[in-house]
């Protein structure tokens, strides 16, 4: 018996019939990492013939900082649904449908360039758009917090590595070091997880629809794009990334976001940034199961695991956080690699 289900179906036959709602027709839509979950309703044809609802139950779940989202990011002209109903205090909203073809689903290497092209449009929109007090600080605190999911989740519990102290010591210090590189960078507006299963397939100039947004904040510029780019669900090249990494840069600059000169700068920070993000995600994916029971991200872990360690081993100053991790992995593989 699925309780909240009979409570979302109650809600949305109490809605306004100008919206043409269906309850009977309620079927899932998606689901994601956390609790909420997202089902599809038929609706009048004005609403595109379906609309979507969102069920984050609290106190699990707080509806309030998608909906602020929703509309702050919606008036940097990017396509977000719109929240047609809410309710606050049960946790339920009405959403615009953006249908079911992820970029994930799309990409390939003929569509990709056009598909980047516009994620990348619409990240220099919403980027030019920023305003620092519409979102929280992506402060020191928020990013270390994230990188300790790595020990904590994925080399404690994951991989079962009891770390001596000269490595914990050796940890923080590499944490330190990250933190003074993403810290020192302009601050955006951030969506945090823009990537090829939060952006929608959409037609025309609309493209992309973005989603998952409730978690912006107002933090490090490269964080979106390496989202984009080295996601963990998708893999390209280096030379395709740093291609489309070259076109971002560009595309910034001329928008008047604050840009390093040299693109070889901008890169750097790149790859700082990601490793700050894709440390956390390792943490995130091994909690997700053995925590949540959620074994699915397992499989995206390697990917992960190859973006850190690439990074790790191209700069000097991460050369003691190469060893701990060829430790961790337990191959003994030397740390080499490009020194800058």
Not at 13 to 20: E, I, S, T, V
Not at 257 to 275: I, Q
Request: aromatic residues 10%.
């Amino acid at each position: 018996m699925d309780l909240r289900l009979d409570q979302l179906r109650t809600w949305l036959d109490a809605l306004p019939p100008a919206h043409g709602l269906q309850p009977a027709t309620l079927r899932p839509a998606s689901n994601d990492a956390s609790f909420r979950r997202y089902f599809r309703v038929d609706a009048a044809a004005a609403h595109g013939g379906a609309l979507i609802a969102m069920d984050a139950p609290p106190p699990m779940e707080d509806c309030r900082p998608f909906v602020h989202a929703a509309e702050v990011l919606a008036r940097s002209g990017v396509s977000v649904p719109r929240v047609l109903e809410a309710d606050l205090a049960q946790g339920f909203l009405l959403l615009d449908d953006f249908g079911s073809t992820t970029y994930l689903s799309r990409l390939d290497a003929a569509s990709a360039p056009a598909l980047y092209a516009d994620a990348t449009r619409a990240l220099v929109a919403m980027q030019v758009a920023s305003d620092a007090a519409a979102f929280p600080p992506y402060d020191r605190e928020l990013l270390l917090r994230e990188l300790r999911l790595y020990p904590d989740w994925y080399i404690a519990k994951h991989k079962g590595v009891v770390l001596t102290d000269a490595e914990r010591a050796t940890l923080e210090a590499a944490f330190g070091t990250i933190l003074s590189n993403v810290l020192a960078q302009p601050a955006v507006t951030v969506h945090r997880d823009y990537h090829s299963r939060n952006l929608m397939v959409l037609p025309g100039e609309r493209n992309p629809g973005i989603l998952d947004f409730q978690d912006a904040v107002n933090g490090p510029i490269t964080y979106d794009l390496v989202s984009l780019l080295r996601d963990a669900y998708v893999k390209w090249e280096e030379e395709q990334v740093l291609d489309w990494a070259i076109r971002y840069w560009e595309r910034a600059r001329a928008a008047g976001l604050p840009m390093p000169a040299e693109f070889g700068d901008f890169y750097r920070d790149f790859e700082w940034m990601g490793l700050q993000r894709h440390l956390k995600v390792l943490g995130i994916f091994a909690r997700l199961y053995h925590r949540d029971g959620k074994d699915r991200y397992l499989a995206d872990m390697p990917l992960v695991l190859g973006y850190v360690r690439d990074v790790v081993r191209r700069y000097g100053a991460l050369r003691p956080l190469a060893a701990l991790i060829d430790r961790v992995e337990g191959d003994g593989a030397p740390a080499v690699g490009y020194t800058f």
